[in-house]
């Protein structure tokens, strides 16, 4: 199995639009911030409007390529907007069919490699909600610890969640990193 991040490109916009975007009631879309009630952009919008502008040529943002087919994403923003002193990543694996197979603790590792190149940053963080167990389990074996656990302010399916928040310093990546393999971005 041979798992990249890269930039999307335009000729990218319309694969990346079908494996991400197509499906409406996809089962990502339960894990991955539902409370949010995001929309799903249409598919002309994305590849030729706004929506796509996020997506392309962007070091924030990056498809998960799987053996040569687009399956995911990653992507980094700043919790603290303009200040840009606190980083956050996410990962989403689209096709349900992709997921439990190592596809996202390799992804998201090599994710937290390159924000940590990218950036001159102590700490990188991810946040998730009690709803997402498999998010969860993801964060813990790749060795990201646990900071917060902010009870019952999420809010989705007539109940309450936790926000959940994970992250790991610098040095304490690389130490983690020191007895394995360099992975190759």
Same mark, same amino acid.
């Given at each position: 199995?041979?798992?990249?991040?890269?930039?999307?490109?335009?000729?990218?916009?319309?694969?990346?639009?079908?494996?991400?975007?197509?499906?409406?009631?996809?089962?990502?879309?339960?894990?991955?911030?539902?409370?949010?009630?995001?929309?799903?952009?249409?598919?002309?919008?994305?590849?030729?409007?706004?929506?796509?502008?996020?997506?392309?040529?962007?070091?924030?943002?990056?498809?998960?390529?799987?053996?040569?087919?687009?399956?995911?994403?990653?992507?980094?923003?700043?919790?603290?907007?303009?200040?840009?002193?606190? +980083?956050?990543?996410?990962?989403?694996?689209?096709?349900?069919?992709?997921?439990?197979?190592?596809?996202?603790?390799?992804?998201?590792?090599?994710?937290?490699?390159?924000?940590?190149?990218?950036?001159? +940053?102590?700490?990188?963080?991810?946040?998730?909600?009690?709803?997402?167990?498999?998010?969860?389990?993801?964060?813990?074996?790749?060795? +990201?610890?646990?900071?917060?656990?902010?009870?019952?302010?999420?809010?989705?399916?007539?109940?309450?969640?936790?926000?959940?928040?994970?992250?790991?310093?610098?040095?304490?990546?690389?130490?983690?990193?020191?007895?394995?393999?360099?992975?190759?971005?």
């Amino acid at each position: 199995m041979k798992i990249s991040l890269k930039k999307i490109k335009k000729i990218d916009l319309e694969d990346f639009w079908n494996v991400a975007y197509k499906d409406k009631n996809a089962a990502w879309t339960k894990f991955n911030g539902p409370y949010f009630k995001d929309k799903l952009p249409e598919k002309e919008g994305f590849i030729h409007g706004e929506a796509s502008k996020k997506h392309l040529n962007n070091n924030m943002y990056k498809a998960i390529w799987c053996d040569g087919e687009i399956v995911g994403s990653v992507s980094a923003y700043y919790e603290d907007g303009n200040l840009k002193r606190w +980083l956050d990543v996410g990962i989403c694996i689209y096709d349900d069919s992709n997921w439990h197979k190592g596809i996202g603790k390799i992804a998201l590792k090599k994710w937290i490699d390159e924000m940590f190149a990218l950036v001159d +940053l102590p700490h990188i963080g991810l946040t998730t909600w009690s709803g997402n167990q498999s998010m969860m389990h993801l964060a813990k074996k790749i060795g +990201l610890n646990k900071e917060a656990e902010i009870p019952k302010v999420r809010y989705w399916e007539n109940k309450y969640w936790d926000s959940i928040k994970y992250g790991i310093l610098r040095n304490d990546w690389n130490n983690l990193k020191g007895g394995e393999e360099n992975i190759i971005l």
